[in-house]
């Protein structure tokens, strides 16, 4: 039997990778897969939590989480989109718009 | 070790790796395609844990649909000249810190919790009895009924938010 | 009972309809629009005073206006004697006005505009008068003063015309603040604000004082005085009576409805529907007989030297105003009402008469200018004639009728009623003498306007005539309404009419008293027409003697006692040297200013600083906020 741990320890590593792209790429679209990436470790938790704790809770969450996901990008990359359409790049610290 | 956790082992050090791989690939094409054998692994994972309903939507949804309108997405923005530049930003170096910082603290977090529940219904046997689609259905259409329906309104609003976003303006 | 509603309502929608399309859709088709109205609002009226005559007194609600606690104001009208007399005053002066304005106003670019203005006025002036609450009755009130700034100032390219209306505006200030405060005092008196309520109320205060800067004085007497206060401005009485001559500047109708036959008789109006009130207080009552009597007076002898045709008239009207406010004073109500209602037509007639006067000469207003007219306007120096001869109270004409009986009720009022009596003798001599001179100058003698203008001279058209017309008659008949007993048993119908309302006048004095009081007027009138005859008429440069003669006199009356002058040095300049000095010197710019620049100031330096925080940079706020996940994470393994 696999523990549950190794399971949790696994999301967690993921999580952490996913996390360090999310705040070192410079390209919009590496961002949004690492968003993707953090998303799908919890998502391997929570089926583990599921399987151990034999309730379907968790599995439904991971639904859940899937459909958002799946929003989450078609409206991420349209805006991505829009905002190519305007000013050519997709480079985030050429993105300084919100400058106050 | 047992063969389950031979097997758990490839998988984890495959995931890392990939997943090492999928955020600093400098070409978004190889980074999105390692994302695909990842995806492919986490499926696999599922079935380990016997979600195979999952492991199927795993596919169709995240290989099928999401990473192909990354892939989509890349090839119509035509990214050529941004494959010679730098891929990361000038923090990279605290990105690193804090993913480090991160593990460590959710590893010693995982060497602080118990889980200790009453455990549920759904036994292994329970699950193959019925079938697991049944089972998640079951479940999906009688206690989270009202947040299934609001997952389809989420949908419905991306949809048509996507069209409004990305359509070129009609003068 | 409802229908009667749309009395006022329907001159409000000619107003909305012409004030939002008509300057791209109706222009200068806007009178087939409020000439309708306000006619049928006249057939309305007649109906209401047709109801009113076989005994329906009208009392109905039709909204809550205002409720908060046991503050209640409604939107609700009363139908009375009273009010029935001046519905059919002011609809029907201003249809027949209306119509006159077609011609008159005939291809001014403002056209619409002018007509949206003065459906509103006759708007304003009903709420007015069929409002049954104070708060009603002040709405009206105020809104009939911005109809009048509008329209006096309707030609608004013409500085002299803004500032009439500005004058107009800020003089009636003073008196609706009195007013306003007046209203206040009634409310906390009474508890409520509706006339009946109140009136019914009216004695359980009476002998009860307040204490103002620690000196007791009379509660009702400051009731009426702050209500008079009111009075006083709209109606152009002393000391607040400046506006009304400068309120000449408007179109030559606006004159004839607002400043002579309707809104300036609002403050009559006022005091006769408070006659509750007035009746409790002597001192208010021999106030406002002093007032009007002064006024008259004042305003006749300012009148009898002015040029400007218009101007004469206007001061004829205020001095007109006074004599009903003397009547009010000596408590004969029905005889105030009275004269406002036979006034109402005697001076649109002399209005209008003088529009068409102006309208001939191509808006010249000097009567120095005029002379000789009455071979070219006929049909105006006609009913000139037939306005002057009432005016003067001439017998058989309606201005004897009701001047008659005001003296009349002076005379047998008491001590200060006869004083009063000699004093409206005496305007009655001024009026007679001003009223002709002014025919004289314009109508006989020689042309003496430029050749251009002789060239032009013309009657004027039906559509200014036949109103005119109609008005004469009015100022011939409407008198009969109320012929003295003396004369006709039960010929007073009008004194009748209004008796539930204004109550019947006491007064002590046989028929010989009367019937001398009656033949000292006539006697007067004609003296009045025999002295403009010789000045005027037979010796012409008598005038210009009596002006060398008494040329300080003459220069007192011609800068009309210098009370433009006198408030100009006492109000209008300190108050402008102190807003400039102290208001705006020191305490706009110092300390608004201050506060309003310093405050942005500070705000700006903080921010300065603090917004180079916002980098812009996504990461960067990613990079924050996985920190603060880090702490809270942190926070609960290592410190929990």
Same mark, same amino acid.
């Given at each position: 039997?696999?523990?549950?741990?190794?399971?949790?320890?696994?999301?967690?590593?993921?999580?952490?990778?996913?996390?360090?792209?999310?705040?070192?790429?410079?390209?919009?679209?590496?961002?949004?897969?690492?968003?993707?990436?953090?998303?799908?470790?919890?998502?391997?938790?929570?089926?583990?939590?599921?399987?151990?704790?034999?309730?379907?809770?968790?599995?439904?969450?991971?639904?859940?989480?899937?459909?958002?996901?799946?929003?989450?990008?078609?409206?991420?990359?349209?805006?991505?989109?829009?905002?190519?359409?305007?000013?050519?790049?997709?480079? #985030?610290?050429?993105?300084?718009?919100?400058?106050? | 070790?047992?063969?389950?956790?031979?097997?758990?082992?490839?998988?984890?050090?495959?995931?890392?790796?990939?997943?090492?791989?999928?955020?600093?690939?400098?070409?978004?094409?190889?980074?999105?395609?390692?994302?695909?054998?990842?995806?492919?692994?986490?499926?696999?994972?599922?079935?380990?844990?016997?979600?195979?309903?999952?492991?199927?939507?795993?596919?169709?949804?995240?290989?099928?649909?999401?990473?192909?309108?990354?892939?989509?997405?890349?090839?119509?923005?035509?990214?050529?000249?941004?494959?010679?530049?730098?891929?990361?930003?000038?923090?990279?170096?605290?990105?690193?810190?804090?993913?480090?910082?991160?593990?460590?603290?959710?590893?010693?977090?995982?060497?602080?919790?118990?889980?200790?529940?009453?455990?549920?219904?759904?036994?292994?046997?329970?699950?193959?009895?019925?079938? @697991?689609?049944?089972?998640?259905?079951?479940?999906?259409?009688?206690?989270?009924?009202?947040?299934?329906?609001?997952?389809?309104?989420?949908?419905?609003?991306?949809?048509?938010?996507?069209?409004?976003?990305?359509?070129?303006?009609?003068? | 009972?409802?229908?009667?509603?749309?009395?006022? =309502?329907?001159?409000?929608?000619?107003?909305?309809?012409?004030?939002?399309?008509?300057?791209?859709?109706?222009?200068?088709?806007?009178?087939?629009?409020?000439?309708?109205?306000?006619?049928?609002?006249?057939? =309305?009226?007649?109906?209401?005073?047709?109801?009113?005559?076989?005994?329906?007194?009208?009392?109905?609600?039709?909204?809550?206006?205002?409720?908060?606690?046991?503050?209640?104001?409604?939107?609700?009208?009363?139908?009375?004697?009273?009010?029935?007399?001046?519905?059919?005053?002011?609809?029907?002066?201003?249809?027949?006005?209306?119509?006159?304005?077609?011609?008159?106003?005939?291809?001014?670019?403002?056209?619409?505009?002018?007509?949206?203005?003065?459906?509103?006025?006759?708007?304003?002036?009903?709420?007015?008068?069929?409002?049954?609450?104070?708060?009603?009755?002040?709405?009206?009130?105020?809104?009939?003063?911005?109809?009048?700034?509008?329209?006096?100032?309707?030609?608004?390219?013409?500085?002299?015309?803004?500032?009439?209306?500005?004058?107009?505006?800020?003089?009636?200030?003073?008196?609706?603040?009195?007013?306003?405060?007046?209203?206040?005092?009634?409310?906390?008196?009474?508890?409520? =604000?509706?006339?009946?309520? #109140?009136?019914?109320?009216?004695?359980?205060?009476?002998?009860?004082?307040?204490?103002?800067?620690?000196?007791?004085?009379?509660?009702?007497?400051?009731?009426?005085?702050?209500?008079?206060?009111?009075?006083?401005?709209?109606?152009?009485?002393?000391?607040?009576? #400046?506006?009304?001559?400068?309120?000449?500047?408007?179109?030559?109708?606006?004159? &004839?409805?607002?400043?002579?036959?309707?809104?300036?008789?609002?403050?009559?109006?006022?005091?006769?529907?408070?006659?509750?009130?007035?009746?409790?207080?002597?001192?208010?009552?021999?106030?406002?007989?002093?007032?009007?009597?002064?006024?008259?007076?004042?305003?006749?002898?300012?009148?009898?030297?002015?040029?400007?045709?218009?101007?004469?008239?206007?001061?004829?009207? #205020?001095?007109?105003?006074?004599?009903?406010?003397?009547?009010?004073?000596?408590?004969?109500?029905?005889?105030?009402?009275?004269?406002?209602?036979?006034?109402?037509?005697?001076?649109?007639?002399?209005?209008?008469?003088?529009?068409?006067?102006?309208?001939? =000469?191509?808006?010249?207003?000097?009567?120095?200018?005029?002379?000789?007219?009455?071979?070219?306007?006929?049909?105006?120096?006609?009913?000139?004639?037939?306005?002057?001869?009432?005016?003067?109270?001439?017998?058989?004409?309606?201005?004897?009728?009701?001047?008659?009986?005001?003296?009349?009720?002076?005379?047998?009022?008491?001590?200060?009623?006869?004083?009063?009596?000699?004093?409206?003798?005496?305007?009655?001599?001024?009026? &007679?003498?001003?009223?002709?001179?002014?025919?004289?100058?314009?109508?006989?003698?020689?042309?003496?306007?430029?050749?251009?203008?002789?060239? @032009?001279?013309?009657?004027?058209?039906?559509?200014?005539?036949?109103?005119?017309?109609?008005?004469?008659?009015?100022?011939?008949?409407?008198?009969?309404?109320?012929?003295?007993?003396?004369?006709?048993?039960?010929?007073?119908?009008?004194?009748?009419?209004?008796?539930?309302?204004?109550?019947?006048?006491?007064?002590?004095?046989?028929?010989?008293?009367?019937?001398?009081?009656?033949?000292?007027?006539?006697?007067?009138?004609?003296?009045?027409?025999?002295?403009?005859?010789?000045?005027?008429?037979?010796?012409?440069?008598?005038?210009?003697?009596?002006?060398?003669?008494?040329?300080?006199?003459?220069?007192?009356?011609?800068?009309?006692?210098?009370?433009?002058?006198?408030?100009?040095?006492?109000?209008?300049?300190?108050?402008?040297?102190?807003?400039?000095?102290?208001?705006?010197?020191?305490?706009?710019?110092?300390?608004?200013?201050?506060?309003?620049?310093?405050?942005?100031?500070?705000?700006?330096?903080?921010?300065?600083?603090?917004?180079?925080?916002?980098?812009?940079?996504?990461?960067?706020?990613?990079?924050?906020?996985?920190?603060?996940?880090?702490?809270?994470?942190?926070?609960?393994?290592?410190?929990?």
């Amino acid at each position: 039997m696999v523990p549950l741990s190794w399971y949790i320890l696994l999301s967690a590593v993921m999580f952490s990778i996913g996390v360090f792209g999310f705040l070192s790429r410079r390209n919009l679209i590496l961002i949004f897969l690492s968003l993707e990436l953090m998303l799908n470790s919890v998502n391997i938790s929570l089926v583990a939590f599921s399987h151990y704790l034999q309730s379907m809770r968790g599995q439904i969450l991971v639904f859940f989480i899937i459909t958002v996901a799946a929003a989450e990008a078609a409206i991420g990359l349209a805006i991505l989109i829009a905002f190519y359409r305007n000013n050519p790049t997709i480079k #985030v610290d050429e993105i300084n718009l919100m400058k106050g | 070790m047992s063969t389950p956790q031979l097997f758990f082992a490839y998988f984890a050090v495959m995931m890392t790796g990939l997943s090492l791989m999928v955020v600093t690939r400098k070409n978004p094409v190889h980074s999105v395609l390692y994302m695909l054998i990842l995806f492919a692994h986490i499926a696999a994972l599922y079935l380990f844990l016997n979600a195979e309903f999952l492991a199927a939507i795993q596919i169709i949804i995240y290989a099928g649909a999401i990473l192909v309108l990354f892939l989509f997405v890349i090839m119509m923005l035509n990214l050529r000249k941004e494959e010679t530049e730098k891929r990361f930003q000038k923090q990279w170096p605290l990105g690193i810190g804090i993913g480090v910082v991160l593990a460590v603290f959710l590893i010693m977090i995982v060497g602080k919790i118990a889980v200790i529940a009453p455990l549920g219904p759904y036994s292994i046997d329970a699950v193959r009895s019925d079938g @697991h689609i049944m089972t998640v259905g079951k479940v999906l259409y009688s206690e989270f009924l009202l947040p299934f329906e609001i997952a389809s309104l989420i949908l419905l609003v991306a949809v048509v938010g996507a069209v409004v976003l990305a359509k070129r303006k009609i003068e | 009972m409802l229908k009667y509603i749309l009395i006022p =309502l329907l001159p409000l929608i000619a107003f909305i309809i012409n004030i939002l399309f008509g300057r791209n859709f109706i222009k200068d088709k806007a009178h087939w629009i409020a000439v309708p109205a306000v006619a049928c609002s006249f057939i =309305l009226a007649l109906s209401a005073f047709m109801n009113v005559a076989s005994g329906n007194v009208i009392n109905i609600n039709v909204y809550n206006w205002i409720v908060s606690g046991t503050f209640t104001v409604t939107i609700g009208f009363l139908i009375d004697q009273l009010t029935a007399i001046m519905l059919i005053v002011v609809t029907s002066i201003s249809t027949l006005i209306f119509i006159y304005s077609i011609g008159y106003m005939h291809g001014d670019k403002g056209y619409y505009r002018f007509f949206s203005y003065l459906s509103l006025f006759v708007f304003s002036m009903l709420i007015l008068v069929m409002a049954n609450n104070f708060l009603l009755l002040y709405f009206g009130w105020e809104a009939v003063g911005l109809c009048s700034y509008f329209l006096i100032g309707f030609w608004y390219e013409k500085k002299s015309a803004a500032n009439a209306g500005k004058k107009a505006f800020i003089v009636n200030r003073f008196g609706d603040f009195g007013f306003g405060l007046g209203v206040i005092l009634v409310f906390l008196t009474y508890g409520s =604000l509706e006339y009946t309520q #109140v009136f019914s109320d009216a004695g359980s205060i009476a002998g009860q004082t307040i204490n103002i800067f620690g000196s007791d004085v009379d509660l009702i007497t400051l009731i009426c005085l702050l209500l008079f206060c009111g009075a006083v401005g709209k109606s152009a009485q002393m000391p607040l009576h #400046v506006w009304l001559p400068d309120a000449m500047e408007g179109p030559t109708p606006v004159s &004839a409805l607002i400043h002579a036959a309707t809104m300036v008789t609002a403050g009559v109006f006022l005091v006769a529907r408070c006659n509750p009130l007035f009746s409790l207080s002597h001192t208010a009552m021999n106030t406002v007989a002093i007032v009007g009597g002064v006024t008259s007076i004042f305003a006749a002898s300012i009148g009898l030297v002015q040029n400007d045709i218009k101007r004469v008239i206007a001061y004829s009207t #205020v001095s007109q105003l006074g004599y009903m406010f003397l009547a009010l004073g000596v408590g004969a109500y029905s005889a105030g009402i009275f004269h406002l209602y036979t006034h109402a037509y005697f001076k649109a007639l002399l209005f209008l008469g003088s529009g068409s006067v102006i309208h001939a =000469l191509g808006n010249e207003q000097n009567m120095q200018k005029m002379g000789g007219l009455k071979k070219y306007m006929p049909v105006t120096y006609a009913v000139f004639v037939i306005a002057t001869l009432s005016i003067t109270g001439i017998p058989g004409l309606s201005g004897f009728f009701s001047k008659d009986e005001i003296l009349w009720r002076a005379y047998s009022s008491g001590e200060l009623g006869k004083v009063l009596w000699l004093l409206g003798t005496i305007v009655a001599l001024m009026t &007679a003498f001003y009223s002709w001179r002014l025919i004289f100058l314009t109508f006989h003698g020689k042309f003496r306007g430029t050749h251009e203008q002789e060239h @032009h001279l013309h009657e004027s058209p039906k559509v200014i005539t036949v109103p005119l017309m109609f008005l004469a008659f009015g100022a011939i008949f409407a008198g009969y309404a109320g012929i003295p007993p003396l004369i006709l048993e039960h010929g007073d119908k009008i004194g009748e009419f209004l008796g539930p309302v204004l109550g019947h006048p006491h007064g002590e004095g046989s028929h010989l008293e009367e019937i001398m009081v009656m033949m000292t007027s006539v006697l007067v009138a004609v003296g009045g027409w025999y002295g403009a005859y010789i000045m005027y008429v037979k010796k012409p440069d008598m005038p210009l003697e009596a002006v060398s003669k008494f040329t300080p006199l003459y220069n007192l009356l011609f800068n009309k006692y210098y009370v433009d002058e006198i408030y100009d040095k006492v109000f209008v300049k300190p108050t402008l040297k102190m807003s400039d000095k102290v208001v705006l010197g020191f305490f706009d710019v110092k300390i608004i200013e201050g506060i309003v620049n310093g405050v942005p100031n500070l705000v700006g330096a903080f921010s300065k600083k603090f917004r180079e925080i916002q980098t812009g940079m996504l990461s960067n706020y990613g990079l924050v906020m996985a920190l603060g996940a880090l702490c809270i994470i942190g926070y609960v393994i290592f410190l929990k």
